[in-house]
């Protein structure tokens, strides 16, 4: 329908055709235009003002929701934390009351627990000490029952949360009652042993065969030695066997009688006991275990092994608390005798063989740190003083025997005894009389330390004493080798209008003393280092030095260590090298022997030198006679007058080298002597002379019928050794 207001403006306006265009009409049309542009202008405008303004309102409406979930959350958790907060109240209030009635029932319970132990423990501490006075063999059982309820007791205190603090005083009291009970057991058991000693007369030595008296007093020895071995302290019930440590109770028993017998006769004022005379106590304890040894394997060994088995030996405890007087007797005697050599000497000598007589007549093998011999030897100070003890008489034996004015002579034997020793093994060397003697006094130190088990003790022996010795001697020979060089063969300078003869140095058998006496004291200084070889050479095949020389490979850090500290206290030892001492391929005595065979060696050569000097001076003119002129007596088969003289002196020297050494060294140094004289013809007769047909069948017969015709008296081809 249409609008009236708008109708009537537009017939009031517009009445005719020509109102339309007249100009009151564009006026209210541009108004009109402009009013719309001007309304949709501000329309516009409030259109963007409303969207910014509707922005905002929502985007603080976001943000006011944002913090409404915040707010909604917080009071969310606010809520939990108040119900939560009141939950937990209420379970801490009753878990305390439960743990205060849990503490309850668990004193109670420890409480029901602790006097459980207390009327288990007290029963069978009744039940012991009720048998041990009627049945000892049932006082037993109860005790080690005790023992090891209160060590199960012990654990389970341990082991718990409860503190050990709680049950300490119990813990007291159950080892009180273990100690009691067996104090108790072993008065008892002891005495009722004793009773059956007594009746056995001990310590009267038993020996089979036993009568029927015997036996039924044996009987009862058992049985209370049963009873009283199987009584073992509270702590060691349970605790395994070390047969090389345990004690046996009725053994111990068995020894107070024969510890009181050795401390009155060795630790009071007997005339038996002397500090000087260790062989007195060691032979009493060496006879008291003999005297003692079929009771020990007889009657107590079988007990031994049906009650703590076949590893235990009553022998060996026997002798090993027996021993402890020995080991108290020495600790005893040797401050008192550590700054006297020959009583020192003498006791540590007993001590070793008593050792060795315990391992040889009883087969008692004990730890080395349970043997006599360690009393002494495992303490520093006085091993220490043993060894330079031994050093000391080892160095003036030594020094009496290289003094002796007969040293280098010819040892003769003065009974068979002798005669069968080391040092004359070898029948084709004469050995003298300082290297048989050096060769006794090494045995004697061999003797004094083979039975020390420490090796690092033995080895000290080895390179402080014997090595050294060695080493002296060689260094003896070696010194009168070089004056003997220095005098004998030294080159003189001419003097003008002297004779030649007066300047040459020359040694002749003419001379004082002559090439004879150089010989026989070269040979003599031969033999005595040749016999120190040889003899070097077997003894390292022994047993003693076969097992030094493997425990030096495996272990040569202390042989080092020995070596070091000898040389390092001892200058005379500085020729020590701990490498050749632990060298795999080579013996302990190489080094040595490499000193002794080189002297071989050089005095040969001395040997040869001496003959040859002399078969040149003697052949002198036996070179002339190739000079002159021949006076025709060719045809003459007999060798040259002017060898006779050299001839002689030659088989002369090689006489005596020969009846002083072995053949074959003898044809070794026979064979240089060749060598050397047929240079000698070569230099003086072959080479200067030109030499007829004639001159050689010459020169051929005083080689066939002299020179190798005297040759044949100790080598059957002698022109074999001059083949030029």
């Known amino acids: 329908m249409a609008n009236p207001t708008l109708a009537a403006f537009l017939e009031t306006t517009f009445q005719t055709a020509a109102d339309v265009e007249n100009q009151r009409l564009r006026h209210l049309l541009d108004e009109k235009v402009q009013r719309q542009s001007k309304l949709n202008q501000e329309l516009e405008e409030a259109r963007i003002s409303a969207q910014a303004t509707l922005s905002a309102i929502l985007a603080k409406a976001n943000g006011q929701k944002a913090a409404m979930d915040k707010l909604h959350a917080s009071l969310a958790e606010n809520k939990e934390a108040l119900e939560s907060s009141r939950a937990v109240s209420m379970q801490s209030e009753f878990n305390s009351k439960l743990a205060a009635i849990e503490n309850k029932l668990s004193m109670l319970d420890n409480a029901k627990q602790y006097v459980k132990v207390l009327l288990v423990a007290a029963d069978l501490e009744r039940q012991s000490i009720q048998s041990v006075e009627t049945t000892p063999a049932n006082a037993i059982g109860p ?31 159950l080892d009180r009652l273990s100690s009691n009970v067996y104090q108790r057991l072993e008065y008892v058991l002891s005495k009722n042993f004793k009773a059956t000693l007594e009746q056995l007369s001990w310590p009267t030595p038993i020996k089979p065969p036993f009568g029927p008296q015997l036996k039924e007093k044996l009987t009862g020895f058992e049985d209370a030695f049963r009873c009283l071995l199987l009584l073992r302290r509270p702590s060691d019930v349970d605790a395994p066997i070390d047969a090389q440590d345990i004690k046996l109770l009725p053994i111990t028993v068995m020894l107070e009688a024969l510890n009181l017998r050795f401390r009155f006769h060795f630790e009071t004022s007997k005339p038996t006991n002397r500090v000087d005379k260790p062989e007195w106590y060691l032979s009493h304890t060496k006879t008291t275990i003999s005297s003692h040894l079929h009771l ?144 006794h006094l090494f045995e004697n130190i061999t003797d004094s330390y083979k039975l020390v088990q420490d090796f ?39 003097v003008p209008g002297a004779l030649p003869e007066s300047v040459t140095g020359v040694i002749s058998s003419g001379d004082l003393g002559g090439s004879i006496a150089s010989l026989r004291r070269l040979s003599r ?55 050749n001492l632990t ?39 036996y070179a002339r006679r190739w000079q002159m002129d021949k006076d025709g007596d060719d045809e003459n088969e007999e060798i040259s007058p002017e060898l006779y003289q050299p001839l002689q002196n030659l088989r002369i020297s090689c006489n005596l080298l020969s009846s002083n050494m072995p053949a074959s060294d ?18 003086n007769i072959i080479a200067p002379n030109r030499l007829t047909q004639e001159d050689l069948r010459r020169l051929a017969t005083d080689l066939e019928r002299g020179l190798w015709e005297i040759g044949r008296s100790w080598i059957v081809k002698p022109e074999n050794y001059m083949r030029k």
């Not at 002796?404 to 004359?424: G, I, K, M």
């Not at 003959?611 to 002198?620: P, V």
């Open 456 to 494: 690092g003790k033995k080895v000290q022996f080895f390179l402080g004493i014997q090595l050294n010795l060695l080493n002296q001697y060689s260094g003896r020979i070696t010194s009168g080798l070089d004056a003997f060089e220095a005098l004998s063969l030294g080159r003189s300078v001419p």
């Open 296 to 439: 020990l394997l007889g009657v107590i060994q079988p007990i031994v092994e049906d009650t703590l088995g076949k590893e235990v030996s009553a022998k060996d405890c026997f002798i090993r608390e027996l021993s402890e007087n020995v080991a108290r007797k020495l600790r005893a005697t040797i401050p008192h005798i550590v700054n006297k050599p020959h009583w020192m000497s003498h006791t540590v000598h007993e001590v070793l063989s008593f050792d060795q007589a315990l391992r040889d007549d009883f087969a008692y093998y004990p730890r080395k740190e349970r043997t006599m011999a360690d009393v002494v030897i495992g303490n520093d100070a006085w091993f220490n003083s043993w060894y330079n003890v031994e050093r000391k008489f080892a160095q003036s034996r030594y020094d009496e025997i290289i003094l002796d004015s007969h040293a280098f002579e010819p040892y003769e034997p003065e009974n068979n005894y002798e005669s069968s020793s080391p040092a004359l093994a070898n029948d084709s060397v004469k050995p003298t009389v300082s290297a048989t003697r050096l060769i």
């Open 583 to 621: 060298d795999n391929k080579a013996t302990l005595f190489a080094p040595i022997q490499d000193l002794f065979i080189r002297l071989v060696k050089r005095t040969e050569g001395l040997m040869v030198k001496i003959i040859m000097k002399e078969w040149a001076f003697d052949s002198r003119l």
């Open 525 to 579: 200084w031969w033999a005595s280092a040749r016999t120190i070889y040889d003899t070097l050479r077997e003894i390292a095949d022994d047993d003693i030095f076969l097992d030094l020389q493997y425990q030096a490979r495996g272990s040569p850090d202390i042989t080092c260590q020995v070596a070091n500290r000898l040389k390092a206290t001892e200058p005379a030892l500085a020729f020590l090298n701990p490498a």
């Open 666 to 683: 003898f044809v070794n140094i026979y064979r240089t002597i060749s060598n050397e004289i047929e240079d000698w013809h070569m230099r």
């Open 143 to 173: 005790y080690q029952q005790l023992c090891r309820f209160t060590s199960s007791v012990k654990a389970r205190v341990a082991d718990s949360p409860v503190t050990e603090m709680q049950f300490a005083r119990l813990q007291s009291h």
